[in-house]
């Protein structure tokens, strides 16, 4: 994560050195990616760049991480239109995301780094949600109909239904799959899931 020189900057130029990150890894592959560009399109010194991010992994991780805490609203959000229904909510964030994958950026954002970073082993999403974020998501979940003895099985569901969700968007996003393919595939893991998860 980016040190705390970064969060004590003003908000309009934290944005502008996120833009110019958003635009320097869409732009390119992780490995290209310069941070020659990064520093002359946000218009910092080098020795700046080094004050807010240890390096460029350490940098995309923070702007893959600004996206999954989008995701993380967005499904907050969708279970409390499904009323806790954590499958159905499930199928509705693959079909959000398949929407914002149309826009370039974030179409190249995952094509140009997440695959990338996957291949060399690299964890972008390793940011589990907090104690107090799962426990929000956790109260709109409706688990009377699912088999849960302890707190900690519905972590553990929610955690299966995040890794299968995430590799099959993965795979839509990066065409390696039709989108229309991903949601039927999708749909088949979830009802295997599901079947074994109900009362």
């Known amino acids: 994560m980016p040190k705390e020189t970064f969060f004590n900057l003003k908000l309009d130029k934290r944005e502008k050195i996120e833009t110019a990150l958003v635009n320097e890894f869409s732009r390119t592959t992780f490995e290209k990616a310069s941070i020659s560009n990064i520093i002359e399109e946000a218009q910092i010194p080098r020795g700046s760049f080094y004050q807010y991010f240890e390096d460029k992994e350490d940098a995309v991780k923070y702007i893959m991480q600004k996206y999954t805490k989008l995701e993380k609203e967005k499904m907050y959000n969708l279970l409390i239109e499904t009323k806790g229904d954590i499958f159905e909510a499930t199928l509705k964030m693959y079909d959000y995301i398949i929407e914002v994958s149309e826009n370039e950026k974030y179409f190249k954002i995952c094509k140009n780094i997440i695959q990338e970073l996957r291949k060399n082993n690299v964890n972008v999403f390793e940011q589990i949600p907090s104690e107090k974020e799962q426990n929000e998501l956790n109260k709109v979940i409706d688990t009377s109909n699912l088999k849960i ?37 999708l749909e088949r893991k979830l009802e295997i899931l599901k079947k074994g998860m109900k009362k």
């Open 149 to 185: 003895d302890k707190k900690d099985d519905l972590d553990y569901i929610m955690k299966i239904l995040t890794t299968i969700s995430r590799t099959v968007m993965l795979e839509a996003v990066s065409n390696q799959i039709t989108k229309e393919q991903g949601r039927i595939e």
